[in-house]
């Protein structure tokens, strides 16, 4: 698909515009009510789960009633986990092929030009709806390399040992007491293992939807990456105009073992009433290296904070944050890195843009242990506030233990002036455009870290948040 | 009070919970007793007056349980206006009772006055050491401030500085000491419209110390500026927290500010932490940047310094000197020239730190 036509499919809509208002499809089952020992096991028993998998999310469970809400998150007043589905399963069987899905929910992933996207430029594709994967499927020639891209549900029954090998490794629910939820209640989501000196040439890809309001999404996504593999991972996410919140707290496991490289990318599109927490962290054994790329445009609000265990000598990783936050709305949004090993190199770029009354928040850290000689971290964040009524915040913290070791951090909030704009506009651009053109070479330094078929998306929901007619905030 | 309050009300990072060891504070928290003396001596000349006789404006006593124990302790205060030109030095005094030496001062610099003021803490003799001091610079004031940190004996201690500007009012403020087994240093500098603040620090936390040195800065008035800095050394085994927070509120329109904090790892065992944070809550913000950094002596200099027959632990020294004349340059005045006198005290702790080359 060329950039023209996936920008053909967006037009001047945002992925919740497309969607349209949130509509009726069939269901299976929910579960809602009290968190309790009763809904794990019931989720646990309809998953058909081996007894590892049910006494983990028992003691996650244990974890989320012991755990305090963090005292520093703000603009969640309004979740109640009492009163969403934890567990929504859609009324379709899982399917490999879009033509066996039932057609109001194909549809979605039409709308969005999801199966053009696979035919086209990806190795591999989940599709998860509410609670369950509806459709997975990946290129015959990566199976006979043994590439392995499952449900992760799937990959429960089927590679028992090498799951459990690997989850809830990196990301312990002991963690935080949202990370201890969504191990309790984890459902849905994709299981990737690469295998040694494999290099899979295209993405592979996990596209989320959440079809309907008070709603709750706990999807696991767990990548492990074999000695000298190599692969990328992007992952999306929409739902269509609810008319009530819908609530998102997944999680994504990265195991990048010796020499590996690994890169995940995340174009985190939500419509307006999902507040979003996502919990993604990545273990970088010897010369491995792992590059996050976290796109936040769409969401209520937002926790994200993708971050790398340097364990390995010599391991890299790279990552580049973007938080648009256009409207009443907030991203909080960050990076973390522990250097943990010696000759290890972190770099961390975020740049946020607050419009509307949109409020930014950076939240950084960068921890070099003492024996990570030799380490070098740079971190840089620029955040652009559009209007008087916009925020941005940064919350670095740069931790260092190891004398030899080296780690600065730079930050920069400036405004869009009246200059630029007059400038533009005395050019014969509106205002929106104007404004978009301005966001866009504030972002161009970091496009070029984004698939071509991304930045010529991203380069539309900009266009799109910033025209007069176009974005709802 | 002290009984219901925390020492800090939201935990500092997700990997250390809290940079200062407040348990350190905790056994003097069942003994603290009032006695007499507001902990200063006092040494002036100019136009110094006794000042309105309150206090607590600038530092509530439900701050924190820190402040608690401050005002449980403090057996008086002193407060003074200084109109015109002013400059005044306070000591520590010796207290003998009780185990907790408390220090309170309030200061008015009345508009258009000018004042050096010299602040030294330290001297507790073993004794918890909580000194504040409030100060409050009227329309087009302004003020040098030097505080010195001593040797406090031993024992750990608090310091602060609270500072509120009115219009057009300048401070010019530097910290300069080294710390002893707990030092918590919490400044806030309030600024209203058109004032402006220069601020640095240079600290050094001796094998076994730890310092956490907190700036708060908080933008009130429109057109204030604010340029910070904070150097922390930590040498072997020593233990170096250089944060702040630069906050630029609401109304504060065509504010500008900029804040570095930066830390030096010298030998072994020894931990640095900056976290130079900021918050911009309005859109018309002239310029807000932060930066933070891990010092090193530079290879390059290393060897000039050398190629001139400097030992290596000689042209370390005067590396490190340099970046401290950087930190007391927002200093003007005889205070500067003050200040590099302290400077020879404060290296010492770096140079009887150094390896067995210089011997």
Redesign the interface.
């Known amino acids: 698909m060329s950039r023209e036509e996936i920008s053909g499919v967006l037009g001047y809509r945002t992925p919740e515009e497309l969607l349209g208002p949130e509509g009726t499809y069939s269901r299976g089952m929910a579960l809602r009510g009290r968190i309790e020992r009763g809904m794990v096991e019931e989720i646990s028993r309809m998953k058909r789960e081996p007894d590892w998998m049910l006494r983990l999310r028992l003691r996650a469970l244990d974890e989320f009633e012991r755990i305090p809400y963090p005292r520093w998150v703000t603009g969640v007043d309004g979740l109640n986990l009492e009163e969403i589905s934890t567990y929504v399963s859609p009324d379709a069987q899982r399917a490999g092929s879009w033509n066996d899905l039932p057609g109001d929910i194909r549809e979605y992933y039409e709308k969005l030009g999801i199966p053009e996207l696979e035919a086209r430029f990806l190795s591999g594709l989940t599709a998860v709806f509410d609670s369950e994967t509806v459709y997975s499927r990946m290129k015959e020639y990566l199976e006979s390399l043994g590439v392995i891209l499952l449900p992760m549900e799937e990959a429960v029954q089927r590679y028992p040992d090498l799951v459990r090998e690997h989850f809830s490794r990196v990301f312990p629910p002991s963690d935080h007491k949202f990370a201890a939820l969504h191990t309790a209640l984890w459902s849905g989501g994709a299981f990737v293992y690469v295998p040694k000196g494999v290099r899979v040439p295209q993405p592979i890809e996990a596209y989320f939807i959440i079809g309907g309001s008070l709603e709750g999404q706990f999807e696991h996504t767990l990548i492990v990456a074999d000695e000298g593999s190599e692969m990328s991972f992007i992952e999306g996410c929409s739902a269509p105009m609810l008319k009530k919140y819908s609530f998102h707290d997944g999680m994504v496991e990265i195991h990048a073992l010796k020499g590996s490289k690994v890169k995940f990318i995340t174009v985190q599109n939500w419509s307006r009433n999902v507040i979003n927490f996502n919990n993604k962290r990545a273990i970088a054994e010897e010369d491995a290296t792992v590059e996050w790329v976290e796109g936040s445009i769409g969401s209520r609000i937002t926790y994200t904070y993708p971050s790398t265990i340097l364990r390995g000598r010599g391991s890299r990783t790279s990552n580049v944050v973007v938080g648009v936050a256009n409207g009443p709305y907030m991203k909080d949004t960050g990076s973390k890195v522990v250097h943990a090993a010696p000759d290890t190199r972190s770099s961390i770029v975020s740049k946020s843009i607050s419009n509307g009354g949109g409020v930014n928040v950076y939240r950084g850290l960068v921890r070099i242990l003492k024996g990570a000689t030799n380490s070098v971290s740079h971190v840089e964040c620029s955040s652009l506030i559009m209007d008087e009524g916009s925020k941005a915040h940064t919350y670095p913290h740069v931790q260092l233990e190891e004398p030899t070791a080296s780690a600065s951090h730079e930050a920069t909030t400036s405004r869009l002036t009246e200059d630029q704009l007059f400038y533009l506009r005395s050019r014969g651009l509106k205002e929106g455009e104007a404004k978009s053109l301005i966001v866009l070479g504030f972002l161009q330094g970091i496009m070029q870290d984004l698939p071509i078929e991304y930045v010529s998306v991203l380069t539309k929901v900009i266009q799109v948040e910033f025209s007069e007619v176009g974005g709802l905030g | 009070m002290m009984e219901v309050l925390e020492y800090q009300?939201?935990?500092?990072?997700?990997?250390?919970k809290h940079y200062t060891d407040w348990s350190a504070y905790e056994p003097f928290a069942g003994t603290l007793s009032r006695c007499p003396g507001d902990g200063f001596s006092y040494e002036a000349s100019g136009d110094v007056r006794d000042g309105p006789r309150s206090i607590g404006a600038l530092l509530p006593a439900d701050e924190s349980k820190l402040a608690a124990m401050h005002y449980a302790a403090l057996g008086g205060f002193r407060s003074i206006s200084i109109g015109g030109s002013a400059s005044l030095a306070l000591e520590p005094r010796g207290i003998e009772c009780g185990s907790t030496v408390s220090r309170h001062s309030a200061i008015l610099v009345e508009p258009g006055a000018n004042v050096d003021l010299r602040i030294t803490l330290g001297g507790g003799a073993g004794k918890l050491d909580l000194s504040f001091v409030e100060l409050v610079l009227g329309e087009g004031s302004t003020a040098n401030v030097l505080i010195y940190l001593g040797s406090t004996g031993g024992a750990p201690s608090a310091a602060g500085l609270r500072a509120a500007l009115g219009r057009r009012a300048r401070l010019n403020y530097v910290l300069l000491g080294s710390g002893g087994p707990m030092h918590h240093q919490d400044d806030r500098v309030l600024l209203g419209p058109s004032s402006a603040l220069r601020a640095g620090a240079f600290l050094i936390s001796p094998g076994g110390s730890r310092v956490d040195r907190f700036l708060g800065v908080d933008h009130a008035g429109e057109d204030s500026s604010s340029s910070a800095s904070a150097m922390g050394i930590a040498l072997g085994g020593g233990y170096s927290v250089m944060r702040g927070i630069a906050r630029i509120e609401e109304g504060a329109?065509r504010s500008r500010t900029e804040f570095t904090a930066g830390?030096a790892?010298?030998?072994?065992?020894?931990?640095?932490?900056?976290?130079?944070?900021?918050?911009?809550?309005?859109?018309?913000?002239l310029?807000?940047?932060?930066?933070?950094?891990?010092a090193?002596p530079d290879a390059d200099q290393l060897f000039y310094l050398r190629s001139r027959g400097l030992k290596e632990d000689e042209a370390r020294d005067l590396i490190i000197a340099g970046w401290a004349e950087a930190q007391l340059s927002a200093l003007e005045g005889a205070l500067a020239g003050v200040a590099s006198g302290l400077l020879g005290e404060v290296m010492r702790a770096v140079t009887s730190a150094a390896p067995t080359s210089r011997q």
Do not use: I, N, Q, W
Not at chain 2, 287 to 294: D, G, I, L
């Open positions: 009300r939201v935990s500092d990072s997700p990997t250390v329109a830390v790892l010298m030998g072994e065992g020894a931990r640095g932490y900056a976290v130079p944070m900021l918050e911009v809550h309005t859109g018309d913000v310029e807000a940047r932060h930066h933070s950094f891990e090193k």
